[in-house]
């Protein structure tokens, strides 16, 4: 009888995320950690206690650019202490059970897919949209296997230093990291905004969340904030309609939820930028899974691939 459970992992920028999650696409049990320089023994840790004879595999979604056939991170710019790492195969030989390891947004995109906003569709775009920006594609109902790394699109010929090693990529204007260090950046410079008295005003410690929650209450800081990072990100879909034309432009990741400023000014640049007789085709919509797709998709890598 086939096993009932898969461990999903999602490691990104900021957090880790764990789950159990039953064949169904149900999160059994979920744990959530903050993203450290001890991410391999947190990620140890979490396993151990969700681990059972019920569990056939484990999942991993990992920011960055990975070699899935080797088990490998080549380079992770939001979380670099996992690079070069052979991830799988240390998670194998602790655990002994089959380990999977893919791109964050390609195991989004895997989740969206299987039980989320994209099953209905045999070919879409999911955009990640988070600490740092990433791209997941599904052609004729299967994940293709290629970087899509979006986030790392060129936008600005001479624009700002990515810590990718590039210049000028999108999420170093459309990412939750550059919203933050645009937004701080203002208020260094001495920009009243209601935002400098956050957080007893060690605005440092300001969250994307606290930008929309300020915008949506008429801050001006925090609506030219959102506004120009949307622009930014509407470049980029109007060039994945261009390039590809899907049926359908998920979005997840946290900024997704600041739809009403954020991602309306992406869907207004897009629909500038890209041709009409496209643009029109295409549906942009919402993740169904939020932040639980890239887990969710991680534990259904597990169900596709190890029996």
């Given at each position: 009888m086939s096993k009932a459970q898969a461990i999903g992992i999602d490691i990104g920028g900021t957090n880790l995320r764990v789950s159990l999650v039953s064949r169904s696409g149900e999160i059994i049990r979920k744990i959530k950690e903050p993203s450290s320089k001890d991410v391999v023994n947190t990620l140890f840790h979490s396993i151990e206690s969700l681990m059972s004879d019920e569990v056939a595999g484990i999942g991993i979604g990992v920011a960055g650019l990975v070699d899935s056939a080797n088990g490998r991170i080549f380079i992770s710019p939001n979380l670099p202490v996992i690079e070069g790492i052979p991830i799988a195969s240390m998670i194998n030989d602790r655990f002994s059970v089959p380990v999977f390891l893919e791109n964050d947004a390609n195991t989004a995109a895997i989740g969206e897919?299987?039980?989320g906003a994209g099953k209905d569709f045999a070919n879409f775009f999911l955009f990640t949209l988070g600490t740092g920006i990433g791209g997941g594609i599904i052609h004729n109902r299967k994940l293709l296997g290629v970087p899509a790394e979006i986030g790392h699109m060129t936008i600005e010929a001479n624009g700002e230093k990515c810590p990718c090693g590039n210049s000028g990529c999108l999420e170093s204007y459309a990412s939750a990291r550059a919203i933050l260090s645009k937004a701080i950046s203002a208020l260094e410079k001495g920009r009243?905004?209601?935002?400098k008295n956050c957080y007893g005003g060690n605005f440092y410690k300001l969250t994307t969340e606290d930008i929309y929650r300020f915008?949506?209450?008429?801050?001006?800081?925090?609506?030219?904030?959102?506004?120009?990072?949307?622009?930014?990100l509407g470049i980029g879909i109007a060039n994945i309609i261009n390039l590809m034309w899907p049926e359908a432009i998920i979005l997840t990741g946290g900024l997704a939820g600041a739809w009403s400023i954020y991602v309306q000014?992406?869907?207004?640049?897009?629909?500038?930028?890209?041709?009409?007789e496209l643009f029109e085709t295409v549906k942009?919509?919402?993740?169904s899974l939020i932040d639980d797709a890239g887990i969710i998709g991680a534990a259904g890598l597990v169900f596709e691939e190890a029996e």
């Open positions: 897919k299987w039980i009243e905004s209601p935002l915008s949506l209450d008429g801050d001006s800081l925090a609506r030219e904030t959102l506004r120009d990072a949307g622009r930014y000014e992406a869907i207004k640049e897009a629909s500038r930028r890209a041709f009409r942009i919509i919402p993740s």
